[in-house]
């Protein structure tokens, strides 16, 4: 899979059910990643809308922005890299715990108020790697261009998205 491959796929979805499917594919297969959500900000919350992964981690549920890493991604408009889940204090290491995540990548979708965040995982306690750090930035950006074009209503699953969020979040 291949940059070129993400903005054909993202340039060709028509709803974001299609974009959430394109972004967990491509971003798992660009970098190599045991594991990727597809996070929408919704209201005060963080709604995993959609996963591919090595196990089950947390689709259709949601988490305050302020409680997630996904959300302190889009509140800070900040990519957040953790070599070990662990050591980092913006982790809720109750709903990690169950899970194979041990390090991770978060970027935010959209700028300068992000709508979305796309996570990447991985089993084992290391730094991700740059060049999958910048695979996921590159996918962001395709992403937030794909969800400007399209009609927001059309997820079923996320009833109360808003596309642009206030800064009051």
Same mark, same amino acid.
């Given at each position: 899979?291949?940059?070129?491959d993400a903005?054909r796929?993202?340039? $060709?979805?028509?709803?974001?059910?299609?974009?959430? #499917?394109v972004? &967990?594919?491509v971003? &798992?297969?660009?970098t190599?990643?045991q594991g990727v959500?597809f996070?929408? +900000?919704?209201?005060g919350n963080c709604?995993?809308?959609d996963?591919?992964? !090595?196990?089950?981690?947390w689709?259709?549920? &949601?988490? *305050?922005?302020?409680?997630?890493i996904?959300?302190?991604?889009?509140l800070n408009d900040?990519?957040a890299?953790i @070599?070990? !889940?662990?050591?980092? *204090?913006?982790? @809720? %290491?109750?709903a990690y715990r169950?899970t =194979?995540?041990?390090?991770l990548?978060?970027?935010p979708?959209?700028?300068p108020? *992000? #709508? $979305?965040?796309i996570?990447?995982y991985w089993? &084992?306690? +290391?730094?991700p *790697? $740059?060049?999958?750090?910048?695979a996921? %930035? %590159? !996918?962001a950006a395709?992403?937030?261009?794909?969800m400007?074009? !399209?009609?927001l209503t059309?997820?079923?699953?996320?009833?109360n =998205?808003?596309?642009?969020p206030?800064?009051?979040?």
């Amino acid at each position: 899979m291949h940059h070129l491959d993400a903005a054909r796929d993202l340039s $060709a979805a028509r709803d974001l059910p299609s974009i959430a #499917v394109v972004v &967990r594919t491509v971003a &798992r297969a660009m970098t190599g990643a045991q594991g990727v959500t597809f996070v929408l +900000r919704e209201d005060g919350n963080c709604f995993y809308a959609d996963e591919d992964a !090595i196990a089950p981690l947390w689709k259709g549920q &949601r988490f *305050p922005l302020s409680t997630c890493i996904s959300g302190w991604a889009m509140l800070n408009d900040a990519t957040a890299v953790i @070599p070990d !889940i662990t050591l980092d *204090p913006r982790i @809720p %290491q109750a709903a990690y715990r169950p899970t =194979f995540v041990r390090s991770l990548a978060m970027v935010p979708v959209g700028s300068p108020l *992000p #709508v $979305a965040a796309i996570g990447a995982y991985w089993s &084992r306690a +290391r730094r991700p *790697p $740059a060049a999958a750090v910048a695979a996921l %930035q %590159q !996918i962001a950006a395709l992403t937030a261009t794909a969800m400007n074009r !399209i009609d927001l209503t059309t997820a079923p699953w996320a009833p109360n =998205f808003a596309l642009h969020p206030t800064p009051a979040d």
